[in-house]
């Protein structure tokens, strides 16, 4: 059988869960990942990389609870496997606070973590300015780690890296079966695509050892989780912000925020700040269409658009673009190419 070119267009953590699944999965092709960034200097490099979903609001819940669930059971298979450390992937416990009681005090997401629950008024106590809370166990995940792993284990599996920007996909589809659209908020300028846009997030590093347990206030913006490596507290989420460079008076206001609801990080030593683009969207995008090149129909899937999500629905939307991929080559098998 003839080996079918794919290339996957992105090496964070969607792009490279997506080009794993692929190269695990079907033997018969040859997957390549292209991109100008690799780790560590994705944008998933710096995510909180916590599993907590937001809602996404004309996809059927159920296939967000979908991606969710599958995300979830590959990152707690790994977390429970003697290459946990190596990945960086393990159980996180910690509080949910809303300074005003939400309207759904029970995400789609409640059963597919562990132990979730409303918090007691006694627990309560230690946040006065918020309402309601959630307490339960997710996962965490952190990139920094975890994309070198991946891009360990998709090279095993007989991947292939290019480090280059890419501009024109219809270029790339020149040389290959299908093209993998995993390029975030990139794709509003490689696919045109104006829905999506940049939601800039700022972070702080902080080394503060003592602190165990998660803290993330309902509206996203301030939240401390402690890693492996160090505590990252945020944050910012400004859409339609391209700024790349550290703002200090964000990092003065996610000190002073952050310090409220945890008063022990003010002993904490700041030792990194870190800025990224989150590819923003109404909804998430995983979608096919095809390319029409040299009298071939060249697959383009797309998978991005994630938001904050991009950890956290990982798996999930990629076994959806390797799904996509595998009918598409079913019902247009690749001619060849000229």
């Given at each position: 059988m003839?080996?079918?070119?794919?290339?996957?267009?992105?090496?964070?953590?969607?792009?490279?869960?997506t080009?794993?699944?692929?190269?695990?999965?079907?033997?018969?092709?040859?997957?390549?990942?292209?991109?100008?960034?690799?780790?560590?200097?994705?944008?998933?490099?710096?995510?909180a990389?916590?599993?907590?979903?937001?809602?996404?609001?004309?996809?059927?819940?159920?296939?967000?609870?979908?991606?969710?669930?599958?995300?979830?059971?590959?990152?707690?298979?790994i977390?429970?496997?003697?290459q946990?450390?190596?990945?960086?992937?393990?159980l996180?416990?910690?509080?949910?606070?809303?300074?005003?009681?939400?309207?759904?005090?029970?995400?789609?997401?409640?059963d597919?973590?562990?132990?979730?629950?409303?918090?007691?008024?006694?627990?309560?106590k230690?946040?006065?300015?918020?309402?309601f809370?959630?307490?339960?166990?997710?996962?965490?995940?952190?990139?920094?780690?975890?994309?070198?792993?991946?891009?360990?284990?998709?090279?095993?599996?007989?991947?292939?890296?290019?480090?280059?920007?890419?501009?024109?996909?219809?270029?790339?589809?020149?040389?290959?079966?299908?093209?993998?659209?995993?390029?975030g908020?990139?794709?509003?300028?490689?696919?045109h695509?104006e829905?999506?846009?940049?939601?800039?997030?700022?972070?702080?590093?902080?080394?503060?050892?003592?602190?165990?347990n998660?803290?993330?206030?309902?509206?996203?913006?301030?939240?401390?989780?402690?890693?492996?490596?160090?505590?990252?507290?945020?944050?910012?989420?400004?859409?339609?912000?391209?700024?790349m460079?550290?703002?200090?008076?964000?990092?003065?206001?996610?000190?002073?925020?952050?310090?409220?609801?945890?008063?022990?990080?003010?002993?904490?030593?700041?030792?990194?700040?870190?800025?990224?683009?989150?590819?923003?969207?109404?909804?998430?995008?995983?979608e096919?269409?095809?390319?029409?090149?040299?009298?071939?129909?060249?697959?383009?899937?797309?998978?991005?658009?994630?938001?904050?999500?991009?950890?956290?629905?990982?798996?999930?939307?990629?076994?959806?673009?390797?799904?996509?991929?595998?009918?598409s080559?079913?019902?247009?098998?690749?001619?060849?190419?000229?």
């Open positions: 003839q080996r079918v070119k794919v290339l996957v267009v992105g090496a964070g953590v969607v792009g490279l869960s080009a794993v699944c692929i190269a695990e999965t079907l033997p018969h092709c040859s997957v390549t990942v292209v991109a100008e960034k690799f780790s560590p200097d994705t944008t998933s490099d710096g995510a990389g916590i599993l907590l979903a937001t809602e996404f609001p004309d996809i059927p819940l159920e296939r967000q609870r979908r991606w969710f669930k599958e995300s979830f059971d590959h990152l707690l298979a977390a429970d496997s003697p946990a450390g190596e990945a960086g992937v393990y996180s416990s910690g509080y949910h606070i809303f300074k005003d009681v939400p309207c759904d005090k029970k995400p789609y997401w409640a597919l973590v562990f132990g979730f629950r409303n918090m007691t008024d006694q627990e309560m230690r946040f006065p300015n918020h309402k809370g959630q307490a339960f166990t997710t996962l965490k995940c952190e990139c920094l780690s975890y994309l070198p792993w991946l891009e360990k284990r998709f090279r095993a599996a007989g991947g292939q890296i290019l480090h280059e920007k890419v501009t024109d996909v219809h270029k790339l589809a020149l040389n290959y079966d299908a093209i993998i659209n995993c390029s908020v990139g794709s509003r300028f490689l696919v695509d829905k999506v846009y940049p939601v800039r997030g700022q972070m702080l590093k902080v080394n503060a050892p003592w602190l165990k998660f803290i993330r206030d309902g509206d996203g913006k301030t939240y401390i989780y402690p890693g492996m490596r160090y505590v990252s507290i945020g944050g910012t989420r400004q859409a339609g912000d391209w700024r460079e550290v703002d200090k008076e964000d990092s003065e206001g996610i000190l002073e925020r952050c310090g409220r609801l945890e008063p022990s990080l003010r002993a904490g030593q700041v030792t990194g700040e870190w800025v990224g683009l989150r590819p923003g969207r109404a909804n998430l995008r995983v096919r269409e095809y390319l029409p090149v040299r009298g071939r129909q060249v697959p383009l899937v797309h998978n991005y658009g994630h938001g904050g999500c991009g950890v956290t629905l990982s798996w999930g939307t990629a076994l959806d673009a390797l799904d996509l991929l595998r009918q080559l079913y019902e247009k098998p690749p001619l060849a190419r000229l």
